[in-house]
Nanobody, 125 residues
Framework: QLTLVESGGGLVQSGGSLRLSCTVSGFSRDYFGIGWFRQAPGKEREEISCTSSPDGTTYYQDSMKGRFTISTDHAKRTVYLQMDSLQDEDTAVYYC??????????????????WGQGTQVTVSS
């Protein structure tokens, strides 16, 4: 069974940083894609990035470029989301998910088939 587990969320002051992790298990193949999303209260789910492992190629949504950085540890089946200069508007539940198509095909939300449970990030000013 394919599972994704996020970790690393928490409370951080405005201007601070957090690193989230997404660890996957149950893949039958050695390559996979992972997308990061977030959903703030009362808002729609928002895509952050899609990353291919093991090559590490990452596609960022334009609005997420600059403060968010993806890295991968393929041996650990883990993708990291480094978030810097966090602001109040970054408060959200952050999710990772795996798409049914490669990241270079710009998968839409409905093409993400498996999701983690989410991790809460709260930024206080």
């Amino acid at each position: 069974q394919l599972t994704l587990v996020e970790s690393g969320g928490g409370l951080v002051q405005s201007g601070g940083s957090l690193r989230l992790s997404c660890t996957v298990s149950g893949f039958s193949r050695d390559y996979f894609g992972i997308g990061w999303f977030r959903q703030a209260p009362g808002k729609e789910r928002e895509e952050i990035s899609c990353t291919s492992s093991p090559d590490g190629t990452t596609y960022y949504q334009d609005s997420m470029k600059g403060r968010f950085t993806i890295s991968t540890d393929h041996a650990k089946r883990t993708v990291y989301l480094q978030m810097d200069s966090l602001q109040d508007e970054d408060t959200a539940v952050y999710y990772c998910a795996t798409p049914s198509v490669p990241c270079n095909r710009n998968p839409q939300v409905y093409e993400y088939m498996y999701w983690g449970q989410g991790t809460q990030v709260t930024v206080s000013s």
